[in-house]
């Protein structure tokens, strides 16, 4: 398996969002939630009307779930840009949202009359199309959207052991390697310490 990276620079975070806007709605709101919520992509995906939006058509503030690789409950508050980017899209005219039970992420096809969930391999393609036109060199996948919430999670100064428990990692070694802590930021930090 090849090895991706998190969005590392705000600035491009920023240019792949106004690229993925252009494009759909939908395709924006997948990654500011994706960026926004340390989801895996395969519970991102899975994501339903109802998950998001209550019997009023309203926003949830927070979701909980049942992680699929996991089997672990997740409960997380939704950050206001996930908020406002899900908000729009149940108001645009690019999903149906007759039913709580629809996927939130529907692609154009459909089973029986119901819209499906759009896939793993469309999501990647998007993804990669944006970065290439952002300017993005780094390895960039479905994945690198989790990895960009640890990243900057970490960069803001979030304890190592929260970002782990919100990962669902087993240490917090594993957390750092995920996140991409390089040679180069433990040498800075020998460099500040300068005792």
């Given at each position: 398996m090849e090895f991706v990276h998190p969005i590392r620079d705000k600035k491009k975070i920023n240019k792949m969002k106004k690229i993925l806007r252009r494009q759909s709605i939908r395709n924006y709101?997948?990654?500011?939630?994706?960026?926004?919520?340390?989801?895996r992509v395969s519970d991102l995906l899975s994501l339903k009307i109802g998950d998001m939006v209550d019997g009023?058509?309203?926003v949830k503030s927070s979701i909980v779930l049942r992680e699929k690789k996991t089997g672990k409950s997740k409960q997380f508050k939704l950050a206001p840009n996930a908020r406002k980017a899900i908000a729009e899209l149940v108001m645009s005219k690019e999903i149906d949202t007759s039913n709580p039970e629809f996927p939130l992420f529907q692609s154009r096809k459909r089973k029986n009359g119901k819209p499906q969930a759009i896939n793993r391999v469309q999501l990647h393609k998007i993804l990669k199309d944006a970065a290439e036109e952002a300017g993005i060199e780094d390895n960039i996948s479905t994945h690198s959207l989790r990895k960009t919430w640890a990243y900057h999670a970490y960069q803001a100064g979030a304890d190592l052991l929260l970002i782990?428990?919100?990962?669902?990692?087993?240490?917090?070694?594993?957390?750092l390697r995920y996140i991409g802590v390089t040679q180069d930021q433990i040498d800075d930090v020998y460099m500040t310490v300068n005792l």
């Open positions: 709101c997948l990654f500011v939630l994706g960026i926004n919520s340390a989801l009023f058509g309203k782990q428990r919100a990962l669902n990692h087993s240490s917090p070694r594993e957390t």
